[in-house]
């Protein structure tokens, strides 16, 4: 009944834009090119066959599996492959990592290895049969509208293989490649005449070549902080050099569990972003004393962060004096470098550039219709929004600042795409589509100061969920399943709550939600402690009630303020 009733409102409101109904373009979209084979890749395959379309996947390497694949640096065969690093774990914890319809294993710890993630996606491949619709070896080289596209929407793909380059026309593409191929580069003075050992944070892969050396690692974000941490154990001396500053993560909350969990329930969602950021601080403030320790905290300027490291060990090594800060580099000489602040390294062996990557897309012959002067231009962060035919999706082009996983949002975007394409979705007008970007841009310099792309990934997911028609009800589940209900609203929100009801739905996805508190320390408890845990902290009576009654009093207020 609740799915049905989701459904029917849904599909209501559903449908192509009036633009394109004088068109039979979604309705004759049937061949699907995907580039790439990392986790957006694997949902986008999954995703097209579940509405009966014939996906193509193109992945330039031997393997699937995107970043979390492992390669020796300076592997000639895939000179920019993006690859994992050897001491990279997962920063979202178990509970929230994964794809929508697919848990992760009983055994893993709350924050997991690169090859236990790579092991993930190659199972998810396997058990939906993924991997006999990737084309490996197979590099994508020109991308463009077919010669008939104002008519048709196509797209013209031409691919390079061993057996020679290759062309072929699609009816709708979606961009699977990911954002850390194209490692950015910054140029400083005197950079071209240093003598010690430079690299890029997506050529580093183990601190070996770093024991006993005096080592800057530029860049202050997420694999800044982890590479500076993993240099610092061998180093004669590490430092740091941040731009914009850094803010820290919490990897684990001050209840001990994993913070992700802690703070990422739906109630929570409702609050402002600035006022979570608030009381985020407050909580890490004394953990994490960036300005007492001389690391600069871009939080201070009122703007909210968009480089975080997300590594509880990072402030004990910089307590231990192995990580000492340093500003923005200012030159390099044949043997150091000088900071803006006047200060200098005279002897410094080697430097890892931490400086992000380029939002490229080389195949393509035209970025204009993603790309203009002010940045992405993507309705949703997924339609070119400025392309006359919503056939080009681009999957897994943001950042993400609060609980829930990119590998959830990635299958979220690839799950939605096909429901538009399919003409179940309601895409607004071309100028509507523009406004959106603009006003989200607008948003995101008031909250960040430039343009990031960043999402808050439970919030992303249910406005994608709500299209779809597979965002469950509260109130109906009040009444009809109020166990579930409580938790729905009290407990981390899951990947699995997507697949609740509405199109594709899960049959597991219930008991995936209400054990969603037992799953953080599944991989270190025996079974009898995780039949103990099973359901807590949801689990004696006195909390249901008290939660039952803050449940109807928030659905109550929310209704009336609708």
């Not at 997420?222 to 590490?238: E, L, R, Y």
């Not at 941040?242 to 329930?265: I, K, Q």
């Not at 392309?387 to 799950?415: E, Y």
């Not at 402690?529 to 909390?543: D, G």
Request: overall charge neutral; charged content about 20%.
């Amino acid at each position: 009944m609740l799915c049905m009733a989701t459904l029917t409102h849904n599909r209501m409101r559903c449908g192509i834009t009036s633009s394109e109904k004088s068109d039979s373009i979604m309705k004759q979209l049937e061949r699907v090119a995907i580039i790439g084979s990392g986790p957006s890749g694997l949902a986008a395959i999954k995703s097209c066959l579940e509405e009966g379309l014939k996906p193509q996947a193109f992945e330039r390497t031997d393997k699937l599996g995107g970043v979390w694949v492992y390669r020796e640096s300076g592997d000639q065969r895939y000179p920019e492959a993006a690859s994992s690093y050897d001491s990279l774990k997962i920063n979202t914890s178990r509970t929230f990592f994964g794809f929508t319809d697919f848990p992760c294993p009983d055994d893993w710890t709350a924050f997991v290895s690169h090859q236990k993630c790579l092991a993930y996606m190659q199972d998810y491949a396997k058990t939906f049969d993924l991997e006999r619709y990737i084309k490996f070896n197979s590099e994508v080289t020109h991308l463009s509208p077919s010669d008939d596209y104002e008519t048709t929407g196509q797209w013209k793909l031409r691919y390079r293989s061993s057996s020679g380059v290759q062309e072929d026309v699609f009816d709708a593409v979606m961009i699977c490649s990911g954002q850390y191929t194209h490692a950015n580069l910054p140029m400083y003075p005197g950079q071209e005449i240093y003598r010690g050992n430079a690299c890029t944070g997506s050529a580093y892969r183990n601190n070996k070549e770093y024991a006993d050396k005096t080592v800057l690692v530029v860049g202050g974000g997420v694999s800044g902080g982890d590479i500076a941490i993993d240099i610092s154990n061998v180093s004669k001396q590490t430092y740091m050099s941040s731009r914009h500053g850094f803010d820290m993560y919490a990897l684990l909350a001050t209840n001990g569990w994993p913070s992700d969990v802690s703070y990422g329930c739906r109630y929570q969602q409702y609050l402002p972003p600035s006022l979570i950021s608030w009381l985020r601080k407050r909580r890490d403030g004394n953990r994490f004393p960036l300005h007492e320790m001389g690391f600069r905290d871009c939080s201070s300027d009122g703007k909210l962060p968009t480089s975080v490291i997300a590594n509880d060990n990072f402030v004990n090594q910089a307590l231990c004096g192995r990580i000492l800060p340093k500003p923005a580099v200012k030159g390099f000489s044949e043997h150091g470098v000088s900071f803006i602040d006047d200060s200098s390294i005279s002897d410094l062996d080697a430097v890892v550039f931490c400086t992000g990557y380029k939002m490229e897309f080389p195949y393509l012959t035209d970025n204009s219709p993603i790309f203009s002067k002010a940045g992405l231009d993507l309705y949703k962060l997924i339609f070119p929004a400025t392309l006359k035919h919503k056939t080009l999706a681009c999957i897994g082009f943001f950042k993400n600042v609060s609980s829930g996983s990119p590998v959830s949002v990635q299958d979220m975007q690839t799950r939605w795409t096909v429901q538009v394409w399919k003409g179940n979705c309601l895409l607004p007008p071309k100028e509507e589509m523009i406004e959106a970007v603009a006003r989200r841009r607008k948003e995101e310099h008031a909250l960040y100061g430039r343009d990031v792309l960043m999402i808050q990934a439970i919030g992303y997911n249910d406005a994608l969920a709500r299209d779809m028609g597979c965002y469950p009800s509260l109130v109906s589940l009040l009444i009809s399943d109020p166990r579930l209900a409580l938790h729905m609203l009290f407990s981390p929100v899951v990947p699995a709550t997507y697949r609740l009801v509405g199109p594709h739905s899960w049959e597991g996805a219930r008991d995936v939600i209400l054990n969603s508190w037992n799953t953080a320390f599944l991989g270190t408890c025996s079974l009898v402690l995780n039949k103990e845990r099973s359901t807590l902290p949801l689990c004696t009576p006195k909390i249901y009630i008290v939660l039952l009654t803050l449940m109807i009093l928030f659905l109550s207020y929310g209704l009336a303020q609708g």
